[in-house]
């Protein structure tokens, strides 16, 4: 790096940290950084084999936004990052006040708080320089607060050319991928989940790391001052469900998604039903049983895919009907392929009438089973202020044990928008 603007806050942040007791740190660190939108360069994602000497060297050449030293206790032997990452880092934090360091700090006094003075000496600095640095601890409430430091130095960064009239909020986001340095793109945010040992189903482990995320997108979009989202990529349909209630309309006004297909899907600011009607009631069933002194529940079926398939949701309501006080089951008015230009109207319509269910059955809780385009399903979810749901992903895939199960929705999370604790409330789904 040869001048101030080389530091380029869209790149990804570097993690320095010793393999012998750091690396299970360094691994909760990367994902609950990539939950939230930030790319990170790590030696075991994006270096061959027996290159360790000389993953910061290709991690400056490549450009990186910031860094993160773990210091751990074993530090103190690790020739790389004594002699070799810490003082480059630690030039570059001098050098360039647009580049953004960080200490996880794993060292701790005999009253169990942090040794602030432990990353000096374990690095055998000259001179003390980490003390003045913002040092979080190595457990999950001290990771989440050194994701929250970096997010909102990334924001901070890039807010000048993002604010405006115009300006948008770029989130790309992939569900699917391995997560890699060279996965990231040009965006103001890369979300990536940790992949799932699932064939179909998210991970669940990365589901709650995206929940925490997910507590600190709505004040990123506030930072940024923006007045439009957009949402690029793909991702698990339920996961676009919660990231949608993650940034509802009283955040944005509006809202862009632009699927793999580079098919537009923009939103209105409200749910609302229309004349001609977007959806139909295809089935329904409301219960004449005594409502229950428990809080009731509904189900609702969005259908929005062609031909039809109702043996998943089928399987859902033989098991769950007892517990339901009405269901339905939506599909669209049209008969042909759905137009991406009227897809705000088809998920304002779709938030409405989940809305109008919930409501007169004593604000019930919401099975929400949705079957569709990515784009729709996010702009669902930002429309579904007030109303608690839970979120399901279809899968088809055997028991462990080989037994066969068939089509079936599998309950994923409980999602909420506009709460402080995040859209994504709690994660159902158990660990594969």
């Known amino acids: 790096m040869n001048a101030a603007q080389d530091v380029k806050p869209r790149d990804p942040v570097f993690v320095s940290y010793r393999h012998s007791d750091g690396f299970e740190i360094a691994t909760m660190l990367a994902w609950?950084?990539?939950?939230?939108?930030?790319?990170?360069?790590?030696?075991?994602?994006?270096?061959?084999?027996?290159?360790?000497?000389?993953?910061?060297?290709?991690?400056?050449?490549?450009?990186?936004?910031?860094?993160?030293?773990?210091?751990t206790p074993d530090v103190a032997k690790s020739r790389v990052v004594r002699e070799v990452e810490a003082p480059r880092l630690l030039r570059l934090h001098r050098d360039y006040p647009a580049f953004a360091l960080a200490i996880?700090?794993?060292?701790?006094?005999?009253?169990?708080?942090?040794?602030?003075?432990?990353?000096?000496?374990?690095l055998d600095l000259a001179q003390p320089e980490l003390v003045g640095v913002n040092q979080r601890s190595a457990d999950g409430e001290?990771?989440?607060?050194?994701?929250?430091?970096?997010?909102?130095?990334?924001?901070?960064?890039?807010?000048?050319?993002?604010?405006?009239?115009?300006?948008?909020?770029?989130?790309?986001?992939?569900?699917?991928?391995?997560?890699?340095v060279y996965d990231r793109t040009d965006a103001d945010l890369d979300v990536r989940l940790r992949p799932s040992a699932h064939e179909k189903l998210p991970s669940a482990q990365g589901l709650k790391e995206l929940g925490k995320a997910l507590r600190l997108l709505p004040d990123a979009v506030t930072r940024a001052g923006v007045t439009a989202v957009r949402i690029e990529g793909g991702a698990h349909l339920s996961v676009a469900l919660a990231v949608g209630a993650g940034i509802p309309s009283t955040r944005a006004g509006r809202m862009v998604v632009v699927d793999g297909r580079g098919s537009r899907w923009q939103s209105t600011s409200e749910a609302q039903l229309f004349e001609p009607p977007r959806l139909r009631v295809l089935r329904e069933e409301v219960s004449d049983a005594t409502p229950r002194t428990e809080r009731t529940e509904v189900a609702v079926y969005v259908d929005l895919q062609l031909p039809r398939s109702d043996t998943a949701f089928d399987h859902f309501i033989e098991a769950n009907g007892g517990r339901l006080v009405a269901w339905q089951h939506l599909t669209s008015t049209s008969t042909g392929l759905l137009d991406a230009e009227d897809g705000g109207n088809l998920a304002a319509e779709a938030a409405a009438r989940v809305r109008d269910l919930?409501?007169?059955?004593?604000?019930?809780?919401?099975?929400?089973?949705?079957?569709?385009?990515?784009?729709?399903a996010v702009l669902i979810g930002r429309l579904t202020n007030s109303l608690r749901?839970?979120?399901?992903?279809?899968?088809?895939?055997?028991?462990?044990?080989g037994t066969y199960l068939g089509p079936r929705y599998e309950a994923v999370?409980?999602?909420?928008?506009?709460?402080?604790?995040?859209?994504?409330?709690?994660?159902?789904?158990e660990p594969a």
């Not at 996880?104 to 374990?122: E, F, K, M, Q």
């Not at 909102?152 to 890699?180: C, D, F, K, Y």
Request: overall charge negative; proline content about 6%; aromatic content about 6%.
């Open 358 to 376: 919930s409501m007169s059955h004593a604000n019930a809780l919401i099975h929400l089973i949705y079957r569709g385009p990515f784009g729709v």
């Open 413 to 429: 999370g409980m999602v909420r928008a506009s709460t402080p604790t995040g859209a994504l409330e709690k994660v159902i789904l």
């Open 104 to 122: 996880v700090n794993a060292v701790t006094l005999p009253n169990g708080h942090i040794d602030y003075a432990a990353p000096d000496r374990v």
């Open 32 to 71: 609950s950084l990539r939950a939230a939108g930030i790319p990170v360069w790590r030696d075991v994602d994006d270096l061959p084999p027996g290159d360790t000497d000389a993953r910061l060297e290709q991690a400056i050449d490549e450009g990186i936004s910031g860094a993160v030293i773990v210091v």
């Open 389 to 401: 749901f839970i979120a399901y992903e279809w899968t088809d895939s055997d028991a462990d044990d």
């Open 142 to 180: 001290g990771l989440q607060a050194t994701t929250r430091q970096m997010l909102w130095h990334r924001i901070a960064a890039i807010r000048r050319e993002m604010s405006g009239p115009e300006g948008e909020l770029r989130v790309s986001i992939q569900t699917r991928n391995t997560p890699q």
